[in-house]
């Protein structure tokens, strides 16, 4: 990011905190050598890990058990051109812990799309990134309302 770019880096908490604010956001993997992305629900542990909540039998669960992902979310106003986005990289792992996963059925994420089985995927936070857009600046503070066609 430049200076007055438009952009405001985001630190690590005050992402995690914005990242909290919003139900869905987007798992991307590896599936058969080629980039996956896929929306999911999804709530924060305490310390900041993702958890997500899928079929036991899944796809997705195979694919991401013990796999180094990236997890995004964001909320954007178009009518303000503002907004942010969240990057979290780090290791997802199918959770077996007995106690583990039984905590997480009573605080974790609850799935939109039960199923009979069902695991609980967490995600390091291993890495966590950032941004904000403010809405009507963009490179060497040009206001966009005063710029004619």
Avoid: C, K
Avoid at 128 to 149: Q, S, W
Wanted: hydrophobic residues 45%.
């Amino acid at each position: 990011m430049y200076p007055h770019d438009g952009f405001r880096e985001l630190g690590r908490q005050e992402a995690l905190r914005l990242m909290a604010t919003v139900p869905v956001g987007r798992i991307v993997y590896t599936r058969r050598a080629m980039p996956a992305v896929l929306p999911v629900n999804f709530t924060l542990d305490r310390d900041g890990a993702v958890l997500l909540r899928t079929a036991a039998g899944s796809a997705l669960a195979h694919a991401v058990d013990r796999a180094v992902v990236a997890f995004e979310t964001d909320d954007v106003d178009a009518a303000r051109q503002a907004g942010w986005s969240v990057v979290v990289t780090g290791a997802a792992a199918v959770v077996t812990d007995p106690a583990e996963r039984e905590r997480l059925s009573r605080t974790g994420p609850v799935s939109w799309a039960p199923a009979r089985r069902e695991v609980f995927i967490r995600i390091e936070p291993g890495l966590v990134t950032g941004r904000e857009l403010v809405g009507g600046r963009t490179l060497y503070g040009v206001d966009l309302a005063t710029v004619d066609d």
